[in-house]
């Protein structure tokens, strides 16, 4: 904590006549920030006397500038009474943001001979180079097969100079370690077949375009990365000069050229990501599979349901169909019937005549057909 007072507000004040809580700490004394005007006093939050205190939202610390005592047997004093109470107060809780941005800022380089430059890669929407693709609008999407618009250009403090470009490379990561890389410029000449170089109206600008593409595999997005350099311009013995050449011998020949300050060392710049679009967003596809498969499945589901429905309702009626015993065949007994009955014959004789009657009832020895 820091506190000011003014001298002005109190008669007679002086820094040597006031403490705080606890002064027997030496970064406690009140001489050691004061001036002819204030008196200031710089206290630790955890020194002095400082005492703290909490409420539902902040942390207080406080302590008081007060008139140092005078020894207790002196009867008087001269020293004029001060008490000034002073706190400071932090929340608990505060907001911390934190902002990213896809897109790359320029890079700045300081060379011997050459001074200060500053490379500036950017993606531009059509050939004229007019329009530039807004930093907040990254990452960029295309199409794959649009053509992608890039423009490098070099601002220095040295004159007459001119920019190189030796290389360009993608990679799905900005990284410029990372491999395998597509090439899409090498030494200075074009390798990929969509490539078109338009002519820059200065030096320092160099400008091409390319046909968006796709790394194969789960990789959904592009860096693009170049390696630049300057030299003095119209210089005949510079590797600018020499433009596109796969010949190796322009490394040695750039070292000795270095020595005579007419060429940079070689530079990275990088800028993306770039997004590309599939024909088909899969995101889509895989939701419209999804949904037929939901289909697929709930219509199994009331098929299945349905066929069980059927079956208990056919057990249901069935079960409520009752067999009845047909009632058993009977008739009136006729008069021979009768006084057959009434005889009292063997039950041996009777069944075994019983066994060869047919359609009526057994003759008996003697009997008629009645």
Not at 11 to 25: A, I, K, T, Y
Not at 31 to 58: F, K, M, W
Not at 127 to 146: H, K, R, T, V, W
Request: proline content about 5%; charged content about 20%; some cysteine.
């Amino acid at each position: 904590m820091k506190v000011e007072v003014e001298k002005a507000s109190f008669f007679g004040l002086q820094e040597d006549h006031l403490r705080l809580n606890d002064p027997s700490n030496t970064i406690c004394s009140l001489d050691r920030h004061s001036n002819s005007t204030h008196i200031v006093a710089i206290i630790p939050l955890n020194d002095c006397g400082t005492q703290i205190e909490e409420d539902d939202d902040y942390l207080i610390f406080k302590n008081e500038i007060t008139t140092e005592e005078d020894d207790h047997n002196e009867l008087i004093t001269r020293k004029h009474l001060v008490e000034a109470r002073f706190y400071c107060q932090y929340p608990k809780q505060g907001n911390v943001t934190l902002s990213f941005s896809a897109h790359r800022k320029n890079v700045t380089v300081w060379e011997k001979g050459f001074g200060t430059f500053t490379y500036e890669f950017e993606f531009y929407q059509d050939s004229q180079f007019q329009a530039m693709f807004s930093p907040n609008s990254y990452p960029l999407e295309f199409d794959i097969g649009n053509r992608i618009y890039i423009q490098l250009d070099a601002t220095s403090s040295v004159n007459n100079t001119e920019m190189f470009v030796e290389s360009c490379r993608a990679a799905p990561y900005d990284n410029p370690n990372y491999h395998p890389t597509y090439s899409i410029i090498e030494n200075g000449c074009a390798v990929d077949s969509t490539v078109q170089i338009y002519s820059a109206s200065i030096d320092r600008q160099f400008q091409f375009s390319m046909e968006a593409f796709k790394f194969i595999g789960l990789h959904d997005q592009v860096y693009i990365s170049c390696t630049v350099m300057m030299c003095e311009a119209g210089n005949p013995n510079t590797r600018c000069s020499q433009g596109c050449s796969n010949s190796t011998m322009h490394n040695s020949f750039s070292r000795r050229k270095r020595e005579a300050v007419v060429q940079s060392g070689k530079h990275f710049v990088s800028q993306g990501p770039l997004r590309l679009r599939r024909e088909a967003d899969p995101r889509a596809g895989s939701a419209f599979s999804l949904n037929l498969n939901l289909v697929f499945v709930a219509g199994c589901l009331l098929v299945a349901v349905g066929m069980v429905c059927g079956v208990l309702i056919y057990k249901t009626r069935t079960s409520r169909v009752k067999y009845q015993p047909l009632p058993a065949f009977s008739r009136q007994p006729t008069a021979g019937e009768e006084a057959l009955s009434s005889r009292r014959l063997p039950g041996s004789y009777f069944s075994r005549r019983a066994t060869i009657g047919c359609h009526g009832l057994p003759k008996l020895p003697g009997s008629g057909d009645g």
